[in-house]
RNA sequence: GCGGAUGUGGCGAAAUUGGCAGACGCACCAGACUUAGGAUCUGGCGCCGUGAGGCGUGUAGGUUCGACCCCUAUCAUCCGCACCA
């Protein structure tokens, strides 16, 4: 009887499916355990040999911790919303939602062949509405939340509300600011729009406008951790900023707890770090420093090395600082414009990519040092960035590198307060030196002298302790398709949330994918979805285009001239600048009654960077195009032509745009028939004025991919609750994933965000823990290891006749010896040629060495490893597989054509894949789970490497030989075990038991290999010790292991049999063979009682020969007894 | 530059508290059985050396009776972050 593990494993896999053995339920008297998976997303190339390795790996601990008597949780489902679904729908034409389909039904099958035991009736996929729904409902806890600043939590933004309407919002001490604080009267005042934009502020989700990471290849913003060095991390596309109106979460509210929760949980240091820095928590001191002159306002930095403030020669001020105009002096103000265009100028990848490069550029203004009245000039330059402390920092060239290149670049003078510790060459950014030249903190050590500083600053009240986080709140909306909708309807410019009951807000059905206009979505080009039906509709283009019918050049011309217009006008348009993206957010999004905004629309020929045709009014941007003559004649003449036929035009600088919104919108406003002001601040509207004039919209972007993810492994616990998201009993009983496994690269995303939901639920009384994953386990990466051919070129190619340009392809020990040669003639390889042509090895007899560079070249060509058997390519495979090179001929080394090999990602365009799928038909589930795991420890990353397979499929059919023999059939029996025997089982019982426990799967097959290896060599085919070893196995194993344990007639699953128990009585021994060391140096070995004395050791010892050869007659100098473990003689 | 990790045979790797370096497997070599072998079994297999023996865990030191393991310095590779004040 053989085994044969198709017919096996095909036959439980479909007992356990009938059987519903995986299914968990949510009450027990067992113990929990979670068992977590990071879901995958389920992507069209299908699964290769790297995917399965976590899978495995917690597949493994899940069954053992069951047999061990725990109640295990362990899931699995599908993050199926996503960017990649939507690109390849751009492509194919395919709904995402098909595509989603078809390739989750390709996951389920290959995962299926595995023999995974998830419990398939909790699965869940965030594209399924019954899903969604509640990713919308948990978004709406956040938007009805804040983060209460004194009890360190998330609380209902009513509670905010109530404080407001009855308290208000006023300061502690001193005079309230005008924006930020207002009494109750003043709040209860306050148009709903007003409102909304101070609980903006404070909400968990919210709506801002501002600076996004935009990524116009995908037509849509990303958060910071999706862009990687200036590109998307999806497909590598540029990424710009923009400033555009978007959704975010305020994770930063919840650095410090995402900080202190890593003290709790069980996670790598790598993983730990890599949070760490991304939150990027710094402690240190904001100061103001006077402007010389007066008028100007004080300079705010932020330092994190107050104790320098004698040391600082100069301020760095960031280019788009809000001071900068106010300070650059009349002299500077040429230069410093050059410089800020030069700044523009450059794209984000631009910067990074020139880091080292030192630019700046002085103002002409000057600090005061507070403390000796010292003149600081003020510098502004790229290194200093905007967005972080207060976009001005205090440079001390001594202490810091960076300052001190700059300082050396423009030859400003530095300031030595390290004495000796600053050697002139370089900074030194000590905190243990003694300061010098620094007044009052003169003589004490530096770090001592930061409280020191800090205290008197804050004493003269120009300075304070601060932390300041490099993290970001996180931006949350995508102007993409397939993601969750936001429940969330636009009304007079305010927000507002769906009720629960209309939940889930479904995606509706699109054919086309392409982004909607300017910016937003795909979603809203659909009109009837998002313009709501129960309110009056916007009007149709033709409705608002009517005022201007009757215009010449305009829609009655005849349609040739028409068109032509068009055309020309159209192919004049030009790339909207910065200042008119801005300009377009500002009055896009308000959908006026009988006013829409147009961008670039043609007039008789004219392109206007917007148009309001009902108003027949016309908003320039001043984009500094109009340079030339030419154009100013052009300009002229078309003012003069508009104004005739009843236009009127409104022009507004860049400056205006970018630094005064506000009065841009008033000015914009009073334009307009209405004669108001379009809003006060930004963007926000004076709704309740304005109502009835604003058409209710929804939101047209979606979720992002993190939504779903955020939260999935609550519902997993829960997954038919129509009532919540997760009942909190439920919860309660099933309460942290006790162990999550998956890839290092969610660290700094997903990681964090379900953290922080974690948080906010945990906050808000819906779950009873805050962090949500107790241990993370990492497995390594599973490298592809690329094979290549080398193709032999010969640059006179075209020189040789037909039948002679045969490709010839060389071996890779070929390829080694030859490469650096440049002339075939003379070479080994010209005579190996002689081998396979002697009319090409003639032919190439005739070149000269001489009049032209280089007679050949090789060039490096992949070559699917499935043809590869290790390094030895499968020629009649390569030929099928690369038509081309059907006539090919090869040049062998030893008989063999032996390809190159590289190291890299594993991926289907290196042709390095492997397919697990072929794998499995080929050895069976249990060997391909048992190799995956034999490779090494599953947190390291490591190439594949198919050739080992062959190892552990050896030792399952030896296994099985345990059990029958091919020829002999049944030889398993009731025969009672020999303490030899039970001594190996406990030995294996004892190493298994331990290694599962702690991860060391690799080890752990590696005893079971020498547990089988031991009772073959003992002819050990008892049922007493085969029975409990088959329970170790299951884990491992579980198809094997559950036919030969009921071959063994044993009753039930050995799912559910009991772990075997180890006993150490059986690895007592008599005798131990102790190694003597000679100073250190293993000599021999001999057999002493394990209970032997000190003394009866040292004389059995030192009576030994070969201790006795080493000593030469001489005494020992010292002899080391450590009992049980080894002797250890000095000479 | 900063942070994290890893360096051991031809290869993947093992060594649980500082105590026999290389378990287990691949590849390779020799042999047995066989019509045959890409089946199975037996033996060998770190390097140098016929041998005794010497050397050997990236490199250089140190602590120790004894170091892959602890300490110091250094090099290499991989991963993450990267003008964060």
């Known amino acids: 009887m053989e085994y044969n593990f198709r017919t096996i494993e095909q036959k439980w896999q479909q007992h356990w499916k009938d059987n519903e053995t995986y299914k968990v339920s949510n009450s027990s008297s067992k113990p929990k355990y979670y068992v977590l998976d990071m879901f995958p997303y389920p992507s069209g190339a299908g699964l290769h040999v790297g995917h399965p390795l976590g899978y495995i790996a917690s597949d493994i601990y899940a069954r053992f911790k069951r047999l061990k008597g725990f109640n295990v949780l362990h899931p699995m489902g599908y993050d199926s919303f996503g960017l990649p679904a939507e690109q390849y729908a751009i492509e194919t034409g395919q709904h995402p939602a098909t595509t989603t389909e078809k390739n989750i039904a390709t996951f389920r099958s290959q995962l299926d062949k595995i023999g995974f035991c998830y419990d398939w009736s909790r699965e869940v996929r965030t594209s399924d509405p019954k899903y969604y729904k509640w990713t919308q409902w948990l978004f709406l806890q956040l938007y009805n939340s804040y983060f209460c600043n004194t009890q360190k939590k998330a609380r209902p933004i009513a509670d905010l509300i109530h404080k407001y309407a009855t308290k208000g919002a006023m300061p502690k001490s001193g005079a309230p600011i005008p924006g930020t604080h ?30 996004v990471n935009w990524c116009e290849a995908l037509g849509t913003v990303l958060a910071n951790d999706e862009v990687v060095n200036g590109v998307s991390e999806r497909g590598g596309h540029p ?72 040391g600082v020669d100069f301020m760095v001020i960031a280019p788009e600082h809000e001071l900068v105009a106010q300070i650059t002096t009349a002299e500077q103000k040429e230069e410093i414009e050059k410089y800020l265009t030069y700044v523009k100028s450059r794209s984000e990848r631009e910067r990074m990519a020139e880091v080292k490069q030192i630019t700046g550029c002085f103002t002409g203004a000057y600090a005061l040092n507070p403390f000796d009245g010292r003149k600081i000039p003020v510098w502004i330059a790229e290194y200093v960035l905007a967005g972080y402390g207060t976009g001005a920092i205090m440079a001390v060239p001594c202490g810091d590198q960076r300052d001190f290149g700059f300082a050396q ?56 302790r601060k932390v300041n986080y490099r993290m970001r709140d996180a931006g949350f909306s995508r102007q993409r398709y397939w993601g969750e909708p936001f429940p969330i309807v636009w009304k007079d410019g305010v927000a507002y949330p769906l009720d629960e009951k209309d939940l889930p807000l479904e995606l509706p059905h699109v054919d086309t994918y392409g982004p909607g206009p300017e910016g937003e979505g795909p979603l809203a080009n659909i009109t009837d979805w998002v313009n709501l039906s129960d309110l009056t509709p916007n009007p149709s283009p033709k409705e608002r285009g009517a005022a201007a019918q009757t215009l010449p050049g305009y829609m009655n011309s005849n349609t040739d001239e028409w068109r032509a217009t068009i055309a020309n006008a159209k192919a004049h348009r030009h790339k909207p600048t910065k200042e008119e993206d801005a300009m377009w957010q500002a009055v896009r999004n308000r959908q006026i009654k009988n006013c829409k905004f147009r961008r670039q629309h043609p007039i008789a020929g004219f392109i206007p960077d917007f148009v309001c045709l009902e108003q027949k009014l016309i908003v320039e941007v001043d984009g500094g195009y109009h340079t030339t003559e030419e154009q100013q004649q052009f300009d002229e003449a078309r003012e003069k032509w508009l104004a005739e036929n009843g236009f009127r035009m409104i022009r507004f600088t860049n400056d205006e745009i970018l630094g005064q919104m506000p009065i841009v919108l008033q000015k914009l406003g009073e334009a307009l028939s209405f004669g108001e002001g379009l809003g006060e601040v930004n963007e926000t509207l004076k709704g309740e004025e304005r109502q009835g004039e604003w058409v209710p919209r929804r939101e047209t972007s979606t979720m992002p991919g993190y939504a779903g993810s955020s939260w999935y492994f609550l519902r997993y616990m829960d997954p038919q609750n129509e009532q919540t998201f997760c009942d909190r009993t439920v919860s309660d009983y099933w309460s942290q994933v006790d162990l999550y496994v998956g890839g290092t690269e969610h660290a700094v995303g997903h990681l964090l965000y379900s953290r922080m939901w974690t948080k906010v639920l945990y906050d808000l009384g819906l779950i009873g823990f805050d962090e949500p994953f107790k241990k993370l386990m990492n497995q390594g990466m599973i490298q592809g290891s690329s094979r290549y051919v080398y193709l032999l070129n ?3 190619n075209e020189d040789l006749s037909k039948e002679l340009q045969t490709p010839i392809f060389i071996s890779e020990g070929i390829y080694e010896k030859n490469k650096n040669h440049k002339y075939v003639k003379g070479t080994e390889l010209h005579d190996l ?45 390569f030929k099928k597989w690369r038509v081309e090179y059907a006539d090919a001929k090869f040049l062998f080394e030893d008989g063999k054509y032996i390809c190159g090999s590289e190291v890299e990602k594993m991926s289907k365009s290196k042709y390095n894949t492997v397919n697990p799928d072929v794998l499995v038909d080929k050895y069976g589930a249990d060997t391909f789970r048992m190799y995956e795991m034999f490779l090494g420890p599953v947190e390291m990353s490591k190439p594949w490497d198919t050739k080992g397979i062959e190892g552990v499929h050896r030792f399952l059919r030896k296994l099985w030989r345990l059990f029958f023999d091919d020829i002999k059939g049944k030889v398993w029996n009731d025969e009672k075990a020999t303490d030899a025997e039970l001594k190996v089982l406990h030995r294996t019982i004892k190493k298994i038991e331990g290694d599962t426990e702690s991860f060391a799967f690799n080890t752990a097959v590696s005893a079971f290999m020498m547990c089988v290896n031991d ?4 002819k050990c085919n008892k049922k007493e010790i085969l029975s409990p070893l088959l329970v170790l196995l299951t884990p491992y194993a579980p198809h094997i292991a559950e036919e030969l344990w009921n071959a063994l007639e044993n009753s039930g699953s050995v799912l559910n049999a009991a772990y075997p128990v180890f006993d150490g009585k059986y690895l007592v021994e008599a005798e131990k063979e102790y190694p003597i060391s000679i100073n250190g140096k293993m000599r021999t070995t001999i057999n002493i009682a394990t209970d032997a004395e000190e003394t009866e050791v040292k004389e059995i010892v030192l009576a030994n020969e070969v201790v006795q050869k080493w000593l030469e007659g001489n005494a020992p100098k010292k002899i080391i007894f450590v009992k049980n473990k080894m002797v250890n003689v000095v000479v």
């Open 182 to 211: 207002f009494t109750a009267d003043e709040w209860n005042g306050y148009s709903t729009a007003q409102q909304e934009e101070i609980l903006a502020k404070r909400r968990l989700a919210f709506s801002a406008y501002g600076e």
């Open 239 to 310: 990424v710009e900023k923009k400033k555009m109106r978007q959704w975010y979460l305020r994770i930063t509210a919840y650095a410090d707890r995402l900080l202190e929760g890593l003290d709790r949980v069980d996670f790598s240091d790598a993983m730990k770090e890599m949070q760490k820095n991304w939150i990027g928590r710094s402690e240190g001191a904001e100061i103001d420093f006077a402007i010389d002159g007066g008028e100007a306002p004080t300079l705010k930095v932020y330092t994190t090395r107050p104790d320098t403030i004698f």
């Open 409 to 464: 670049h423009f030859h400003i003078p530095i300031t030595n307060i390290i004495g000796e510790h600053y050697n002139g060459q370089e900074a030194n950014p000590t905190k243990e030196a003694i300061l010098e030249n620094s007044g009052f903190l003169n003589g004490m050590v530096m770090k001592d002298a930061m409280g020191v500083a800090i205290d008197k600053l804050e004493e003269m009240g120009i300075g304070k």
């Open 794 to 796: 010969f640059n006179k």
């Open 833 to 877: 040629i002689k081998e396979i042509s002697i009319e090409l090895y003639d032919e190439i007899s005739t070149w000269g060495d001489y009049g032209f560079e280089n007679s050949f070249t090789i060039n490096r060509i992949r070559v699917d490893v499935n043809f590869v058997d290790g390094f030895e390519l499968d020629i009649e495979a």
């Open 1015 to 1018: 009772l073959t060599d003992l």
